[in-house]
Structures are given as structure tokens and as C-alpha cells.
């Protein structure tokens, strides 16, 4: 992509209303312009970031066979009634009425709807264990929107579903769940933490929590330091035994302290000096309920033992759009964000300190183009503006590789090569510096 045809409204000026680093990043880098409290629209650069982070989670949900559905954001009422949770969710739920008088809501969350779904044409042990999920866009009236995408009135959301015959079978399909979590957040580049959690409006006997370590965040985390360092993709992990999978998980909690009562540092079993007190973003949380929506609404299946029983359900949901904002708080620095290569925008950004100029023109062609068959993606700084706004603008949208080209490096047949992380620069030849991009 050429940056004299992208739409990328960067900002030099940090917004008044923007109290936290991501915020002020996302606004500055022009991913997204808030239209209302707590609703954002997406542009070019924030919503490819969006798309990324959306694809890890796909991938990870697909490979512990989960199944992909897209179920709509609008819901009638009356299943909300069914389960009981239709006065519960309060002033959260936005509530809307059709022509025809009509109650209906724009969906918090699908449990309900999901559980519609099964109940019509699911009857048997037989067709089970059954897991599908969808990424879809949500609404919640928060009574305090804040931190931009963070903590926003609609956003996007996974949410999976599994169905069990019984309550060992559910476990398992929780257990899976556990470490698809542990791997799509390590594919995403940063640390998320797994704790026990309460289960709130959602219901249940088990829950867990997954945090991005972060000083701006909303929850409080006491965690040992051991987890900086811990390797959560579960290597050699086999999805089908359930033994070995529920000891994974007790280890991976228990190793690591996930205590029941995380505000309270003196319950936990890590010592002082190992003790880290922070705070964090919670981007994960999953559920295991039982029989809370299948029992009121009807959702029972025939058994082995050909009794009717509810079936056993657990929710998971992922915050999509929230991660977008928590991968940039946990790494950014005073000059802008530092994507993870999993989840950049673009993998290079390529800068044209003379447009205008013949050879340096002629030379970035020549890159752009090896880039592209290569199959990397590049942004390519074309515009006709000082070298001191490209430099600036490139290091505020964070892509993990800069690659500078002047007419003096030109004279002497180098280019500059710059990595966003590190921020080394090196002066090295072009075959050398697509060599390192992996070109
Ligand atoms: N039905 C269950 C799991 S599918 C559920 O709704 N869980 S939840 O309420 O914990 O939401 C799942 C995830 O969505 C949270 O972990 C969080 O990352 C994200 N989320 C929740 N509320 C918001 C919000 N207001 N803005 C952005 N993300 C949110």
C-alpha cells in the first residue's frame, strides 16, 4: 500500500480526552474515531489490526474443533425471559422495541441464543460433545465507557460455546478451551495470566480470567514473577487425553498461583520476594455452568442410558476489539506503538526520504515490488512531505521494520534498516536488508 492513497489521519497533538497510552495511540495513529460514548468507528490501519487479531483467534478455536457460526446481534426478548436473566442484566442491556410492539435487544452476549440453537435440533448423547463459537459485535450499556476500544459500549467479542453429555465430558471440552486460550495469546505476542474468577452474570461453578499485565489496567493482579517466563503453548499436550490435559491445566494454574482470591495477596501461596503486584487487562473469560441456561429453556438430550437429561454448556469469550488496545499498552513506547509481528498492520514500512527525486523513486519502486512478490506486506511512504513527518509518523504506527532509502545511501549502495523493537539502525545493502525481513 502507497501512503499518498492510504487514509491514515495521524495526529502530532495528544487528544484532551484520551487518559491512557493506548487510547492516545490509537487516536494519534488513526486507527479508529470514537462516533459516540463508547462507539468507534475502525479505519484502514486500526481494522487491519483488528482483522489480525481476529484470524489468531479463529485459527486457534478451529484447531481444537470448534465450530464457526455467526448468530445476529439483534434478539428477541422472550429467550432472555426464558432463562430468567431478562430483568437480572439490568440497565446494561440495551432495549429495543420493534414496529409490531415487539421486545428485543441487541445482544450483551449469546448463551441464550445458542442454546435456542441446540435445543432444536440436537437430541442425543450421540451427536455430542458439540463446541461452536462466532466473532461478533456486541453491546453494553457501560455506565462509565472509558479507555477508548478498551472498555466500549459495542464491541467485538468470541464467544464459544461447548455441549456435553456430562459434567467430566464439559471439564474436558473447559480443559481444551484452557489451552487453545494459553496458545492464541502467546501467538498474539504478549503474557496473559489465568486466574480464578467469579462467574458474575454469566453464572457457573468454574471460571477463569485471562490478564495482559498492565500498569493502566482495570483489574488488580498479585502473580509470581514466574510467569513473565512461562511457556504457556502447552507443547505436547494431546487434545484428546483427558488426563493429561486436566493435569496441564492444575499445574499451569497451581505452579503459577491462581488463587480464588486474587484481591487478596495474603491467601496466595507465593512468597514475598516472588510476589508481583500490578494490574492487569482482562482479555479472556471462561465459564463452565452446567446446567444454568440448558435447564430452563429445555435444551436436554437422551443419554446413554436413554434418560432425558439437560445438557452440560460452558461459555468462553475473547475481547477482540479490547486486545487491540491491551497489545498496545503492554508495548509501545514515547514514540508510538510496537506492533508483535503476529498482529502488525504491515510487516515494513518503507520510507522515501526524496519523493520526487529520480533514483530514489526508481530504487523504492524496486523494493516495494520485491516486497510484494515476496509476499510481504509493506507500507510505502511515497508522499511529498518533510523526511522529519515520515520518521515520526512511521515510528507512531508501529511496524516492526523500517526500511529508509536516500540519495546518499544510494551513492554508496546501502540502505538504512531499522527494527521498531530494538531501534537499531544499521547501514547494510538491500539484498542484506530484505534478506533479514525475510524476503
Ligand atoms: N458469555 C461470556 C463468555 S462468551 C461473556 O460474555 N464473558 S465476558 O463478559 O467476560 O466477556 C468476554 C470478554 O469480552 C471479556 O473478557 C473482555 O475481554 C471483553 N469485554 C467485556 N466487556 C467489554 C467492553 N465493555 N468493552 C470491550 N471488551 C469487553
Not at 431478562?86 to 422495541?97: A, V
Not at 504457556?232 to 491462581?258: F, H, I, K, M, P
Not at 435444551?299 to 477482540?320: F, H, N, R
Request: charged content about 25%; aromatic content about 8%; glycine content about 10%.
Amino acid at each position: 500500500m502507497r501512503l499518498s492513497q492510504f487514509f491514515l489521519p495521524t495526529l502530532k497533538e495528544t487528544p484532551a480526552e484520551a487518559q491512557i497510552a493506548s487510547h492516545r495511540l490509537m487516536l494519534r495513529a488513526g486507527m479508529v474515531r470514537q462516533l459516540s460514548a463508547g462507539i468507534y468507528s475502525w479505519l484502514p490501519l486500526g481494522y487491519r489490526v483488528l482483522k489480525k487479531i481476529e484470524q489468531i483467534v479463529r485459527e486457534e478455536q478451529d484447531a481444537i474443533g470448534c465450530n464457526e457460526v455467526l448468530m445476529p446481534t439483534i434478539q428477541p426478548a422472550e429467550l432472555w425471559q426464558e432463562s430468567g436473566r431478562y430483568e437480572d442484566y439490568g440497565l446494561e442491556m440495551l432495549r429495543i422495541t420493534d414496529r409490531h410492539d415487539r421486545k428485543m435487544l441487541f445482544g450483551p452476549t449469546n448463551e441464550e441464543v445458542i442454546t435456542d440453537i441446540f435445543r432444536k435440533d440436537v437430541r442425543s448423547y450421540k451427536q455430542l460433545p458439540q463446541m461452536l463459537y462466532h466473532i461478533q459485535w456486541k453491546f453494553r450499556d457501560e455506565i462509565r465507557p472509558r479507555f477508548g476500544v478498551m472498555r466500549g459500549r459495542e464491541f467485538l467479542m468470541k464467544d464459544a460455546y461447548s455441549f456435553d453429555v456430562d459434567y467430566e465430558s464439559s471439564r474436558h471440552a473447559y480443559n481444551k478451551m484452557f489451552l487453545a486460550y494459553c496458545r492464541t495469546f502467546t501467538r498474539l505476542g504478549v503474557k496473559a495470566i489465568p486466574m480464578v474468577a467469579d462467574t458474575g452474570p454469566i453464572g457457573g461453578d468454574l471460571s477463569h480470567e485471562f490478564i495482559i499485565l498492565a500498569e493502566t489496567g482495570e483489574s488488580e493482579v498479585f502473580c509470581d514473577k514466574k510467569w513473565l517466563d512461562k511457556d504457556l503453548t502447552g507443547r505436547g499436550v494431546d487434545l484428546n487425553d483427558r488426563t493429561g490435559l486436566e493435569n496441564w491445566v492444575q499445574t499451569t494454574l497451581e505452579d503459577y498461583a491462581a488463587t480464588e482470591d486474587k484481591h487478596d495477596p495474603a491467601n496466595s501461596p507465593i512468597s514475598g520476594d516472588d510476589m508481583i503486584a500490578t494490574r492487569g487487562i482482562e482479555v479472556g473469560h471462561i465459564f463452565h455452568f452446567g446446567a444454568k441456561y440448558s435447564e430452563p429453556m429445555g435444551a436436554t438430550i437422551l443419554g446413554p442410558d436413554g434418560k432425558e437429561v439437560p445438557v452440560q454448556m460452558g461459555s468462553y469469550g475473547i475481547g477482540v476489539s479490547r486486545l487491540v488496545g491491551a497489545l498496545i499498552e503492554a508495548s509501545h513506547d514515547e514514540n508510538g506503538i510496537i506492533w508483535p509481528e503476529s498482529v502488525a498492520p504491515y510487516k515494513v514500512g518503507l520510507i522515501n526520504l526524496r519523493t520526487g527525486d529520480d533514483e530514489c523513486d526508481a530504487a523504492c519502486e524496486d523494493v516495494y515490488a520485491k516486497l510484494h512478490n515476496a509476499g510481504i506486506e509493506v507500507l510505502y511512504d511515497d508522499r511529498d512531505i518533510r523526511a522529519g513527518g515520515k520518521f515520526a509518523d512511521m515510528d507512531l504506527i508501529g511496524l516492526p521494520w523500517q526500511i529508509v532509502i536516500g540519495p546518499k545511501g544510494l551513492k554508496a549502495g546501502v540502505v538504512e534498516l531499522k527494527n521498531r523493537k530494538s531501534g537499531e539502525r544499521i547501514e547494510v545493502t538491500l539484498e542484506a536488508a530484505l534478506n533479514q525481513i525475510g524476503a
